[in-house]
């Protein structure tokens, strides 16, 4: 096994996987992966193009983004790298402020991938309140660092709080940039998520359809958010309580279409796809007291 990008297996801390590339693609040193998003974020401020911050974060060779124990480790370097970064040139000075504004909201994402809520709760108000007060008009950006705020206030058990954010959220979004775009779609999901932790599974069911029917017509049909809208549906149709047989049969269905699907874009090891293979598993294990659910 060999780094892809410095093409040894010797220089570094070991190598390691934590994208979707398949085989010994995606293997490399995360010293290097460290030197290569610093490489493309450079270019980007040179030029104006290629993946600049979102390298931190995003492999460029599947695309997909980095999870686990390498997520949190670029998190981590991308804070250190642009933390303490200062400059006397005017010029530079904005660009500076941004990517320290950026390296804490990239950090914060990795927190939540690594289930550390509280840390990341606390990156994303740091964050939201850095923006407000140097972008106070980055409306997008803003209602984003909001919904990740509401996002980890349901994983500390503030739900009810962050239902009502999520709903101004979604309510502002709609407002400003229409029912089907992909902001306004996101927050919608954010919702149904909120409603799925507090149990409120007729209400997840209803949401869910209703933002599966709008996102199918304006996003590809792997995006993540109607994948994860599909989660939602299925796990509201079977663990309902009064489920009938059709809708255990349509959340399998959805479930061995969303894990097949998982399986192509992401790998088997991928966190998304072991859960909603496991969410299938748990609905198959059921299967057999289905007979005393309504037929209809």
């Known amino acids: 096994e060999e780094c892809f990008i410095c093409k040894s297996s010797i220089e570094g801390w070991g190598i390691v996987s934590g994208c979707s590339c398949r085989g010994t693609a995606g293997l490399a040193h995360v ?68 990517w320290r504004i950026e390296a804490m909201q990239h950090l914060g994402l990795a927190m939540d991938e690594a289930e550390r809520y509280q840390e990341a709760l606390v990156l994303y108000e740091t964050y939201l309140a850095t923006l407000h007060r140097v972008a106070p008009f980055a409306d997008g950006p803003i209602l984003a ?22 709903r101004e959220v979604h309510k502002t979004s709609k407002k400003m940039f229409g029912t ?63 489920a009938s047989q059709a809708n ?14 998982r399986r192509q874009i992401f790998g088997a090891a991928h966190p998304d796809t072991i859960m909603d293979q496991q969410l299938l598993d748990d609905l198959i294990s059921l299967l057999p007291a289905s007979r005393g659910l309504r037929p209809v």
């Open 31 to 98: 010293s290097c992966l460290v030197r290569r998003a610093q490489m493309a974020v450079e270019h980007w401020d040179e030029t104006d193009s290629g993946q600049g911050m979102h390298a931190w974060q995003d492999c460029s060779m599947c695309g997909q983004e980095y999870h686990g124990a390498v997520r949190l480790a670029l998190g981590w370097a991308c804070w250190k790298t642009y933390q303490g970064r200062s400059t006397t040139r005017l010029e530079e000075a904005h660009a500076h402020v941004m």
């Open 145 to 166: 660092a909001q919904g990740n705020v509401a996002n980890m206030l349901v994983a500390v058990g503030r739900t009810n709080e962050a239902l009502r954010c999520m």
């Open 248 to 261: 255990v049969r349509e959340a399998k269905g959805i479930f061995e279409d969303l894990t097949k699907t």
């Open 180 to 242: 089907d775009d992909e902001r306004t779609i996101k927050a919608a999901n954010n919702i149904i998520q909120a409603l799925d932790h507090l149990e409120r599974l007729d209400e997840v069911k209803t949401m869910a359809r209703k933002q599966l029917q709008i996102a199918t017509d304006a996003l590809p049909p792997t995006h993540d958010i109607i994948l994860t809208l599909r989660r939602q549906l299925a796990k509201a149709l079977f663990m309902n309580k009064d």
